[in-house]
Structure formats: structure tokens, C-alpha cells
């Protein structure tokens, strides 16, 4: 009764948040006092992580685009070969569009949003998750033998180790779509809100479009995501898969920066996830500061263009 | 064409959220409840697709009669027929079984969920129809035009987006994006009184199975005071988050 976790991997190698799930399922199956198996998708040569043992690598040219049916099929017919107990999966888009999916069809239960190792409680195994997008908790257990953990980004961490996996190639028949993917548009080279560490996110403060040089000036010294409230993708200063909170996309990252921005409940918990939240605002009243870990009270013109001057010269002294 | 919108009641998204005395479920006193938002998107589109191509509109709900307000409410806004599903949503498996047995009666071309509930934040519901009624399937939808019986959609990746062909029937997870945000309708005179008169029509479920379960609830740990640091004193931000924080 493995512990099977899906490595998402892009251009052959890991995707970040596959460190942190290679840590995790090993720390799980280590509470079970079994193996955990890492599955990759089209990374022949996979690295040592998170001290895993085992790897299992499946390679097809056809999977070199994600379509949901077939990784859905594929990952499950994995789950159902490797006899495993849990199937660990990330957070990503993908994931979440296929985590249901494989739950129906390997017939598993599903936990999502799980932030912890598993607990004893009433003599069950209990899973901690976030609920009502992060405005609480959790404790869920599993009814069916086998369960899908989807882990939320950011809330294990990452344990380095030198092991290196033992790899196995598998075959398994591939399914047809009846979805295909006719264009891609991604924003290449810039960190993405789903995997930066540190997120920029401004509001409706900053007065209007013309002034976002200053969030993404910030962000480019950060090498950070950029993001904003949803009024403003809702005026069309920014797209709309910059829309953080309740209503937009969630964010986990490590230092979340909030130029501008009140710090509306919908907002907050759409973010609350974050380790370490900075406020730059000029009302002393915002509703951010009390969520907010540092602030300065001040006006974001004047404050951000000076934050992004010391960060160049702090860059470059730590560089 | 006809289309199912799956409609979950949820907490408006200004409450705060609190837990009964004995940890175990949601304390809804004082919560007012409200169409999920990702499925409020679904439903202005399936009223789009009424108005402009002639489809026909079901919403169903899993719950018990407490949610037949957002119900009529979803009815008022242009949905021509209702179904609730009367018996507590324990949890995303036993609330798709109940769903997918609605899909295969009535064999819709096109069944529109939201990308997740705001709620337990599931994030499974659609799926699972997808594979128990064995339709297309495309998650956080933010667009989607139909042609007889081709569909085409755009969907929300991790840094970018994608468009996506496919045929009905079919099966999205909507969210923000499938419609504007100024499309979405606040009920009139004429569709409130409209609605108290729409079919609404209660099922008794048999046989539904959750295959997990809550044991308890708690909430995130009171937040401590914020450090303020004068503006004049930037570099003091940037040594904390350096050495304090550990995050630069
Ligand atoms: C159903 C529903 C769902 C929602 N979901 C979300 C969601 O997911 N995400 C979200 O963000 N919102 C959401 N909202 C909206 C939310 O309630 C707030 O309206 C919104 O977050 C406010 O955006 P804001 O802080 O940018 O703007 P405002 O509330 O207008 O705040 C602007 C802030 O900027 C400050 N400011 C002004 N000038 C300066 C300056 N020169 N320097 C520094 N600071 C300045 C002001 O003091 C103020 O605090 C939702 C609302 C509803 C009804
Ligand atoms: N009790 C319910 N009744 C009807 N539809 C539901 C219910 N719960 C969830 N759904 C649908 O499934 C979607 C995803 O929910 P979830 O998987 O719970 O996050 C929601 O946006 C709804 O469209």
C-alpha cells in the first residue's frame, strides 16, 4: 500500500512545485511506514527529489500537450497499477481540472486543498485542508480505501536529499481526447502568479493603468509575480488572470507586497495563505494592516519608487 | 439545446466564517446565502445561450428546502425549470452522484458548474459528472460559443490561457471571464413574480454514498499586530524581511 505521487514536470525537467510533493509523499509514506513512488510524465532523465527511491517514467510524444482525459486516464490506470493507497497531486490548473476525474474513475475519494500530514483523530485518518478559501479548516478523512491528496502549494515545504531514484519506464495505453487544444497564449520568461515565490499586487490606489510601471518595476527586481485587486481587472487596467481572492485566483506564495489596496474580507482570504504579507497604504485605517505582517503608512508614489531604489542596491550587495 | 446549470448555495462573501461549539459544521447563524459566484457566471451564460439561440434552462441543487431562495433567485434571473435534490450536500462524491443521475434523465447537451464552490472548495464536482455521464469536459472556463454541436472555449492555464475545440455533450467548470462582470443580472419585478410561478421540482435521492467525511472544523489563529515602519525608513523594511521574515 504505496504512497504514488505525480511529479508535474515542463521542457523534461520538474516543475517546482514538484519538490515540495516528492517531500511530502515521502513524509507521508514514511508516517505509514511504506514506500512512496514518484510517477513523471515525459522527463526521461529524472533527478534525485525530495528523497525519493523510485520513480516510474512514462514518455510519449503525445503528451507533450496536457489534455485533461487523457493525463486524467493515464494517471489513473498508474494508480491502479502501482496497487498505491494515495495518489498525491499538486494544486496546479491541470491538477484541479483532473483531480475529480481520476477520483471517478479509479474509484478513490478525493481530498483537496490538504495542508498537513495526516492526523489521528476519532481514530481516523485525519487530513487538515483548507475551507472556505482559507477563512477556515478542515479535519477530513477518507471513507474509501484509496484517496487522492491534492496538496496546497507552499504549506509543506521542501527536503532537499541526494537519493537517487531507481527508474522505471511504464507503458500504458493512451486514450483519444475529444478536447483538443487549438492555441496556447502563456507569458513566457515572467514568474506566474501560481509559482512565484513573491507576488506584487496592487489596487485601486494606484489611480489608473499608466501607473503599473511601478508594480512591475518592483516585481522585476523581485523577480516576482504581478497581480491586482478585482476592481481593477474589472475596469480593464489589468487582465483578468490577475485577479487575486475569494472570487479570482488564490495565492500561497512566500511575501505577498499589497500596493494600494483596502484589504476587503473577499480580497484577504483569497491571500490569507501567504507567509508573510507587506502593506503599502496610505490610509492608516485600511483593513489591511490588521492582516498584514509589515506595513508603511504613506502614499504609494512616493514610497514604491524608493522601495524599488534600496531593493537594487540590497540585489546587489546580496547578489 | 438544453442546458443544466448545478447551482450550490454558499455564504456570501462578506460573512465571517464560524464553527458550531462542538467544532463539527458550519455555525449559519447570522450567514446569509447566496448562488456560488463561478456558478452565477454559468448561469448568465446559459441565459445568453437562451436568449440568443433558444436553449432551454434547467438548475438543479443538492440541499435541503433552505436553499430554495437562491434557487428562485436563479430562476428569476432566466432558468426555466428547477430540480432540488433534497437531501444534505455531505460531500462532492454523494452531490455528483445526485447531479449525474439528473444529467443521464434528462440527457442535457450542455451542463455548466462552477470551477470550484466557495464554500468547502470542493474542486471536484464537474469532474466527477464528466466521468460518471461520460461527457467533454473543460475546466476554468472563460469563454465558450457553441454551433450546433461544436463548442469552442477558452480556458485559465497556470500563466497564460488556451483555446479549446471540442463537441456536446459537454461539461464545464465555469469562472470569472465566461461572461463580464457587468453582464451579470440582478433579477427584475417581472422575472421575481415569473419565478414563483416556474416549476420547481423536488427529488428524493436514493442510494447516495459520500466517500468522505469532516470529522471537525477550526478556524485560522488570530492574526498578530502588524510591525509599521515610517517611510522614511525603508531600508529598516527591507533588513526585517531579510533577517526577521527570511523572505528576501
Ligand atoms: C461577490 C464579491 C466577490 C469579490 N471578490 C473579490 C476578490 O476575489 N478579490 C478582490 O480583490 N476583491 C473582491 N471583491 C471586491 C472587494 O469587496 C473590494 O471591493 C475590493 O477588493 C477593493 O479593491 P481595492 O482595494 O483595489 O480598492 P479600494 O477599496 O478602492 O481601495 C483602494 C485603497 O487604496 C488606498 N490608496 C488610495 N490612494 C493611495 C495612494 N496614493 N497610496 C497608497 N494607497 C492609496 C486607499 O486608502 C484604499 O485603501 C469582491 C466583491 C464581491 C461583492
Ligand atoms: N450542493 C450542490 N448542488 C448543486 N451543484 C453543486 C453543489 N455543490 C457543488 N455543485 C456544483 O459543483 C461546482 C463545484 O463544486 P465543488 O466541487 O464542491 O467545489 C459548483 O460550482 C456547482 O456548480
Known amino acids: 500500500m504505496s ?41 526521461d532523465t529524472p533527478e534525485s527529489i525530495g528523497g525519493l527511491n523510485q520513480i516510474i517514467s512514462i514518455s510519449n510524444e503525445s ?7 487523457r493525463y486524467a486516464s493515464l494517471l489513473s490506470a498508474a494508480f491502479e497499477k502501482s496497487g498505491s ?3 498525491v497531486i499538486s494544486s496546479s490548473a491541470d491538477s484541479k481540472y483532473i483531480g475529480g476525474m481520476i477520483a471517478a474513475q479509479s474509484g478513490s475519494s478525493f481530498i483537496p486543498n490538504v495542508i498537513a500530514l495526516p492526523e489521528n483523530i476519532e481514530g481516523k485518518t485525519a487530513f487538515k485542508r483548507t475551507v472556505f478559501t482559507n477563512k477556515g479548516f478542515a479535519y477530513t478523512s477518507s471513507k474509501s480505501d484509496r484517496c487522492i491528496i491534492g496538496l496546497s502549494k507552499n504549506s509543506f515545504g521542501v527536503h532537499h536529499s541526494d537519493a537517487a531514484p531507481k527508474v522505471e519506464a511504464m507503458t500504458l495505453e493512451l486514450t483519444d481526447d475529444r478536447v483538443t487544444v487549438t492555441n496556447q497564449a502563456t507569458v513566457n520568461g515572467k514568474a506566474t502568479i501560481a509559482d512565484a515565490d513573491i507576488v506584487v499586487s496592487a489596487g485601486r490606489g494606484l489611480k489608473g493603468p499608466e501607473n503599473w510601471h511601478l508594480v512591475e518595476d518592483l516585481a522585476e527586481v523581485l523577480g516576482a509575480a504581478t497581480a491586482c485587486s478585482k476592481p481593477v481587472s474589472d475596469l480593464g487596467w489589468r487582465p483578468h488572470s490577475e485577479h487575486v481572492g475569494q472570487t479570482g485566483k488564490p495565492v500561497a506564495t512566500n511575501l505577498y507586497i499589497a500596493i494600494g489596496i483596502s484589504g476587503a474580507i473577499q480580497h484577504l482570504a483569497g491571500i490569507n495563505a501567504s507567509k508573510v504579507k507587506v502593506v503599502i497604504n496610505n490610509d492608516p485605517e485600511a483593513p489591511f494592516f490588521k492582516a498584514a505582517d509589515y506595513g ?12 524599488i531604489e534600496k531593493l537594487k542596491v540590497f540585489k546587489a550587495q546580496n547578489a | 439545446m438544453k442546458i443544466l446549470v448545478c447551482i450550490s448555495a454558499v455564504p456570501d462573501t462578506t460573512s465571517k466564517i464560524n464553527f458550531t461549539a462542538d ?3 458550519l455555525d449559519t447563524s447570522g450567514v446569509q446565502f447566496v448562488i456560488n459566484p463561478n456558478d452565477e457566471f454559468g448561469l448568465t451564460r446559459a441565459v445568453w445561450f437562451k436568449e440568443q439561440q433558444g436553449a432551454k434552462v434547467h438548475i438543479a441543487t ?17 432558468a426555466d425549470k428547477a430540480f432540488r435534490v433534497d437531501t444534505p450536500p455531505t460531500d462532492g462524491f454523494l ?25 468547502y472548495n470542493g474542486n471536484m464536482v464537474p469532474g466527477l459528472i464528466a466521468s460518471h455521464c461520460d461527457y467533454s469536459f473543460i475546466n476554468t472556463c472563460t469563454g465558450l460559443t457553441i454551433d450546433g454541436d461544436k463548442a469552442t472555449a477558452t480556458r485559465e492555464i497556470d500563466g497564460g490561457s488556451e483555446t479549446l475545440e471540442t463537441s456536446l455533450p459537454l461539461i464545464i467548470g465555469a469562472q470569472k471571464g465566461l461572461v463580464e462582470e457587468s453582464d451579470l443580472k440582478i433579477p427584475n419585478m417581472r422575472g421575481i413574480m415569473s419565478a414563483r410561478t416556474k416549476p420547481l421540482e423536488v427529488i428524493t435521492p436514493s442510494n447516495l454514498e459520500a466517500l ?18 515610517e517611510e522614511a525608513n525603508i531600508d529598516q523594511l527591507i533588513e526585517l524581511l531579510h533577517k526577521e521574515a527570511k523572505v528576501l
Open chain 1, 3 to 43: 504512497v504514488l505521487v505525480y511529479l508535474e514536470s515542463e521542457n523534461k525537467a520538474y516543475k517546482k512545485s514538484a519538490y515540495e510533493l516528492a517531500s511530502y509523499a515521502v513524509a507521508l509514506a514514511g508516517q505509514l511506514n511504506t514506500e512512496a513512488i514518484g510517477l513523471v510524465i515525459n522527463n
Open chain 2, 62 to 78: 443538492v440541499g435541503d428546502s433552505s436553499v430554495e431562495p437562491i434557487m428562485r433567485k436563479a430562476l428569476a434571473i432566466g
Open chain 2, 23 to 25: 467544532h463539527k459544521s
Open chain 2, 95 to 119: 452531490v455528483a452522484q445526485a447531479l449525474s443521475e439528473q444529467v443521464k434523465k434528462e440527457n442535457y447537451d450542455l451542463v455548466i458548474c462552477g470551477r470550484e464552490s466557495i464554500d
Open chain 1, 85 to 87: 493507497q494515495y495518489l
Open chain 2, 212 to 229: 468522505t467525511e469532516d470529522l471537525s472544523f477550526e478556524k485560522p489563529a488570530s492574526k498578530g499586530e502588524v510591525t509599521l515602519i
Open chain 1, 296 to 307: 508603511i503608512v504613506g502614499d504609494a508614489f512616493t514610497v514604491v519608487p524608493q522601495l
Open chain 1, 63 to 69: 503528451l507533450n500537450t496536457f489534455t485533461a482525459e
